[in-house]
């Protein structure tokens, strides 16, 4: 059975449709992604799952329980980071970790996972003083120290530095590892790439793609890119007639094409046939961020 | 009632020094200033040979829950939905609604120690007998209360920001005090304004605590104007009032 169910999922503010018809699974102990532009309704849409909106239409079932009929026992099993949300200015940080370990039957020790989040420095500064990012990692905190099935992440790394940014990828990489299940909703296609098992790319209400992040680059029209700065020019028409080719743009001399592996081959017979060195040769992968971009521009379109 | 989330309102109300010295010491502090005047301290025909001082106990009393009700109640709560704790809150097994009681629990406890504060100020400071009928006086002192915070709960509702809640707060604080008798006590008042002021929740109140104080029980007038007063205005907040 699947921890999470959203099937149809509709939600409009005054007359407009922000969540339309979303529909995706999540199974145990997998990381699913949520990436999309801003105002796509990714926020809604886990709004939705955590019981803090009502949909207009559509289903929403977490471990099999309705999150708005049923919200008491979703509660005990999901934990939430809100992407605004803010505790009582002069709570302590140490305070707020022992509030919310006092909400659950059954919680972690809230040391170690304060430890990890490099918050023991801060227990005894009030909740009003600490910078974003340490916010974001009391908020991280204190969606896990329930020790949920479910967490729903919106924003999880936003405001922190890199290395923070690195320490709690690792965190919710353990996390999973002990079988609680994942929802992330973010913008950063690296750390999209790194944690999510499957990702579901939503633009304007709608699923535009709903595939593992190998699984996007791939299908995404430019999923191979070559960059090279030819010794002569080359012939504009033989290079648009490339066969797989999705783009192509030159900048002061340097070609990048984005295409297939077929495209690469046509591009090196090409330059043998013409006699043309290729400068500074690059075959690299397209990353998430191109297939991203391919994905929402063509929902757009 | 959820004991961690009463104990860390607690907490953070001892954390605020301005809704501190409202309150607990501002209502007694008055009583201390208008004390000091030795003009107060004569017996007045007017005032059925009791002192100025003797009527300013109660008003003070009723003070101390107007200020925590009006101005700090919604303040804290509007606040509390404004910067998203409530909405924080709302996805953890406790609900909200605890977050709601222990606020009301802080605020009414405070305003009653106020108003023993100003009692036992009363008392030993300038000789002011306490309440000769203290059951009366508790039975009129717990509606006073209940109505100040059901009133400050109703503005909570009404405000979105904590700027509107101030505004709407200072309001209905000002003529609260006047009802009251923080200008004038409402035994000075002249009759018909009396008998209007009694129709109000904190003139009622006053009426109710000032019968008490002379050892009689309170009029089932007046305490029925204040549970009236508690139940339409608890309907209205229930009615009106948003998570987020």
Redesign the interface.
């Known amino acids: 059975m699947s921890v999470i169910e959203v099937s149809e999922l509709r939600k409009s503010y005054g007359g407009r449709a922000v969540v339309d018809g979303v529909s995706f699974a999540v199974e145990e102990g997998e990381i699913f992604g949520i990436l999309g532009p801003n105002g796509a309704g990714k926020t809604t849409t886990v709004e939705c799952v955590?019981?803090?909106r009502i949909p207009d239409a559509g289903r929403v079932r977490v471990t099999g329980l309705d999150p708005v009929a049923d919200?008491?026992r979703v509660?005990?099993v999901?934990?939430?980071q809100?992407q605004?949300?803010?505790?009582?200015a002069?709570?302590t940080v140490r305070?707020a970790l022992?509030?919310?370990t006092?909400?659950?039957?059954k919680p972690l020790d809230w040391r170690p996972l304060a430890e990890r989040l490099g918050l023991t420095q801060k227990l005894t500064t009030r909740f009003g003083k600490l910078s974003g990012g340490q916010k974001q990692r009391l908020f991280i905190a204190?969606a896990l120290v329930?020790n949920p099935r479910v967490v729903v992440l919106d924003e999880l790394t936003t405001g922190l530095d890199p290395r923070a940014r690195r320490d709690t990828w690792e965190l919710i990489e353990d996390i999973r590892a002990n079988g609680v299940t994942v929802l992330l909703v973010t913008h950063f296609m690296e750390e999209a790439q790194r944690l999510c098992d499957r990702i579901a790319v939503i633009d304007k209400g709608r699923i535009a793609a709903l595939d593992t992040p190998a699984g996007l680059i791939h299908r995404s029209a430019g999923a191979t890119v070559i960059s090279f700065t030819p010794s002569a020019p080359l012939d504009a028409h033989d290079l648009n007639t490339l066969p797989g080719l999705a783009s192509i743009e030159d900048r002061d001399g340097r070609l990048t094409l984005s295409g297939t592996d077929e495209t690469v081959n046509a591009v090196i017979t090409l330059l043998a046939r013409r006699h043309v060195t290729a400068h500074q040769l690059r075959v690299v992968d397209a990353t998430l961020d191109d297939a991203f971009l391919d994905l929402t521009q063509e929902a757009t379109a | 009632m959820?004991t961690?989330?009463l104990r860390?309102e607690v907490?953070?109300f001892r954390?605020?020094p301005g809704a501190l010295f409202w309150i607990l010491l501002f209502p007694t502090l008055l009583l201390v200033i208008l004390g000091s005047i030795p003009s107060f301290r004569n017996h007045e025909a007017d005032l059925g040979g009791l002192r100025t001082i003797d009527v300013y106990v109660p008003v003070a009393v009723l003070l101390g829950l107007i200020v925590g009700g009006l101005q700090s109640m919604p303040q804290t709560l509007t606040g509390?939905r404004e910067?998203?704790?409530l909405?924080?809150m709302?996805?953890?097994?406790?609900?909200p609604t605890a977050l709601l009681t222990a606020q009301m629990t802080v605020y009414g406890g405070a305003a009653l120690a106020s108003a023993l504060l100003a009692l036992l100020v009363g008392r030993f400071a300038f000789a002011v007998r306490l309440p000769e009928q203290p059951a009366g006086y508790l039975l009129a002192l717990v509606p006073a209360v209940l109505v100040a915070l059901a009133l400050g709960a109703v503005i909570s509702a009404l405000s979105r920001t904590t700027k509107i809640a101030g505004a709407i707060g200072s309001a209905v604080f000002f003529p609260s005090m006047f009802c009251a008798g923080v200008w004038a006590p409402v035994q000075t008042m002249p009759d018909v304004l009396a008998r209007i002021v009694g129709y109000t929740p904190f003139g009622a109140a006053a009426e109710a605590l000032n019968r008490a104080a002379a050892g009689d029980w309170p009029g089932w007038t007046h305490l029925g104007v204040l549970v009236v007063w508690t139940v339409l205005l608890t309907a209205a907040a229930s009615r009106w009032f948003r998570w987020e």
Do not use: C, M, W
Request: glycine share 8%; charged share 30%.
């Open positions: 955590e019981g803090l919200h008491a509660a005990r999901l934990g939430a809100l605004e949300s803010e505790l009582q002069k709570l305070e022992e509030l919310y006092a909400f659950h039957d204190l329930g | 959820n961690a989330v860390t907490r953070l954390r605020e509390y910067r998203g704790i909405r924080r709302s996805t953890t097994p406790v609900r």
